[in-house]
C-alpha cells in the first residue's frame, strides 16, 4: 500500500549527456526520402560527454543530488552513502532504503555498511524490472534540463542542481502513490512486460 512505499527512500545513479544522445528518432516522410536532409539528424559521439549523477527521493520529495566523478565502484559508492544518504533520509523524515542490484550495491562492504547504518533495505533480483520509481524521476528531469541551453558540462550540473531542487513532493509522490511497475510485475508474475 502506499503507507508502507511512502516510507521509503529510492536511490539510483544515472547519466546525463550535454546532447541528448540515447533513444531513437522518428521522422514521418515520403517513400524513398529518407537520405534528404530534412529527414536526417545530426549526431554526437557519446553525448558530447556527460555527468554521472547519484539522487535519492521518496514520496515526500527529493534528497540530495551528488555528482560522480570517475568510474564508480562499491568504495566511493559507501563515500556517497555515507556522506549524502544520512542527511537526505533526515531532510525527508524518513527511514527505509531501496536499491537495485548493481554489482556495487551488492559488494560484501556495501552491504556490511547498508547493514550497520540503514534500519532495512530492500534489494532486487539482478536482469529484473527496475520497479525504482527514480528511474521515472530521472525522466522527468532529463525533460527538464532538454528545454534548457546547455554547451558544456559546467551548463550541465547547473541546470541538474536547480532543476533538481525544482522537482515538486506532488511529482515525486505520484511516482510511488502509483506503484504500475509493481503491479505489472505482478501480473506477469515476473515475466516480460512493456516497462
Not at 53 to 59: I, L
Not at 146 to 157: A, C, G, P, T, V
Request: aromatic content about 8%; overall charge positive; charged content about 25%.
Amino acid at each position: 500500500t502506499f503507507d508502507f512505499w511512502k516510507k521509503v527512500v529510492f536511490t539510483d545513479e544515472s547519466k546525463f549527456n550535454i546532447v541528448k544522445s540515447h533513444g531513437k528518432v522518428t521522422v514521418w516522410r515520403q517513400k524513398n526520402c529518407e537520405l534528404d536532409k530534412k529527414n536526417l539528424t545530426a549526431t554526437v559521439k557519446h553525448g558530447g560527454g556527460g555527468v554521472m549523477v547519484w539522487g535519492c527521493m521518496s514520496a515526500s520529495g527529493v534528497g540530495e543530488l551528488c555528482f560522480i566523478e570517475g568510474i564508480m565502484d562499491h568504495c566511493s559508492y559507501i563515500n556517497i552513502l555515507k556522506g549524502h544518504l544520512a542527511k537526505s533520509v533526515e531532510d525527508m523524515g524518513l527511514t527505509g532504503h531501496t536499491q537495485d542490484n548493481d554489482l556495487k550495491h551488492t559488494a560484501h562492504n556495501t552491504r556490511l555498511w547498508l547493514l550497520y547504518n540503514t534500519p532495512k533495505y530492500m534489494q532486487t533480483p539482478p536482469q529484473s524490472p527496475d520497479i525504482n520509481p527514480i528511474e521515472n524521476l530521472w525522466d522527468v528531469l532529463d525533460q527538464k534540463i532538454r528545454q534548457r541551453s546547455i554547451s558544456n558540462k559546467n551548463d550541465l550540473k547547473t541546470a541538474l542542481l536547480e532543476e533538481w531542487a525544482n522537482i515538486s513532493r506532488t511529482v515525486t509522490e505520484n511516482l510511488v502513490k502509483k506503484p504500475r511497475k509493481i503491479e505489472e510485475v505482478i501480473k506477469r508474475k515476473g515475466g516480460p512486460m512493456k516497462y
